[in-house]
């Protein structure tokens, strides 16, 4: 049974259909909302659908709750999923599941689903997120539901009892929590060495020879920024091992915690490498669209015309040309290596490599 007419009902409802359950609509206006389903789901009233149906996905909001009051007794002895989210992180004092429990005492109340959007649902479990998380404090009831997920072709996984209901709630809500630290680090990171190359190659020649040179902040500024975060950020990824390694010498045990600075520093390791490589992976890219500039093509002819008026034949330098030559091919050498740590270092990739492997390539 579902409860609602929606966009999630809805597309759990076709969902359903298409794994092989019976389905049947429960909405306060099933006249209207039937075109909406496909044709193998009964769609009725709130009431009807609740006493022929023993489980129950309740596709409502939180605030719309209460309006199912009446529906108790039709409601008794079943298993009733909620599939709800917030709008804000902790939202409630209450879970939205545990809420649901206590207006509906008689029934045994599942968190589920909540984290599969109604275009997973729609789409099927091969093109979306897998994992449907469930909790529950009756352990028959969560195996049922955890066994129609599977039917469904989604991963049930079991988060423990009501409790867990709130940490299910929020996770659609989360904002990349492990990046933050990272993404402030690597910006600071950047504005300190921009302002750096900004005095260098702008101000500083202004002051000193009142050369404009205003056109090399898009383009040549950030270019030779990028490449300094990019080394900052590496030396970052493995100096918390150093340091770890350093103070279980010192302390002569590795049973002792390292303090949380060090621990915070050490988890962040990931996503500071993988900035690490999207800085180095930018410089490249900018790199390349250095000779695309009007300003570079103006400085080539210019050079060139200087050429001819003091008639030189030829400004070929060796040790310069051997210079670049080396200095790109190392470059573009350090570049695969990074994207080698960066590839190895993404979960799927990660986990089909032993310990050692892992190691032997960090
Ligand atoms: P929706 O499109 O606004 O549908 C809500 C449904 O609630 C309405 O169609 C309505 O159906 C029913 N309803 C019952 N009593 C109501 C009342 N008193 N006032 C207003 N509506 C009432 O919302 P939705 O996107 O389907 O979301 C439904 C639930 O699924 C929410 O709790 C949401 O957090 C959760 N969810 C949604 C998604 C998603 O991708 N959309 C993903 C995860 C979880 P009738 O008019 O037929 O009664």
Known sequence: GVLGSGDFARSLAVRLVRSGFRVVVGSRNPKRKASLFPAAAEVTFQAEAAKKADVIFVAVFREHYST?????????????????????????KESNAEYL???????????????????TLQSGARDGNKQVLICSNN?????????????????????????SACEIENIPLRLLPAWKIPIFLALGLFLCFFTYNLIRQVIHPYIREQKN???KIPIEVVNTTLP???????????????????????YGTKYRRFPDWLDQWLQHRKQIGLLSFFCAALHAVYSLCLPMRRSHR?????????????????????EEVWRMEIYISVGIIALGLLSLLAITSLPSIANSLNWREFSFIQ
């Open 298 to 318: 103006y400085l080539l002819i210019e050079t060139a015309v200087k050429q001819a008026m003091e008639k030189k034949m030829t400004i070929w330098v060796e």
């Open 68 to 92: 199912l009051c009446d529906l108790a007794d039709v409601l008794v002895g079943k298993i009733l999923v909620d599939v709800s989210n917030n709008t804000e992180i902790n939202h409630h």
């Open 228 to 250: 300094c975060v990019s080394y900052v950020m590496l030396s970052l990824v493995y100096l918390p091992g150093v340091l770890a390694a350093c103070s279980q010498l010192y």
């Open 101 to 119: 429990a206590s207006l509906f005492p008689a029934c045994t109340v599942v968190k589920a689903f909540n984290v599969i959007s109604a275009w």
């Open 139 to 163: 352990q028959e009831a969560k195996r049922t539901i955890a066994e129609i997920a599977q039917v469904m072709g989604f991963i049930p996984v079991d988060m423990g009892c009501m409790s």
């Open 213 to 215: 040179k205003l056109y």
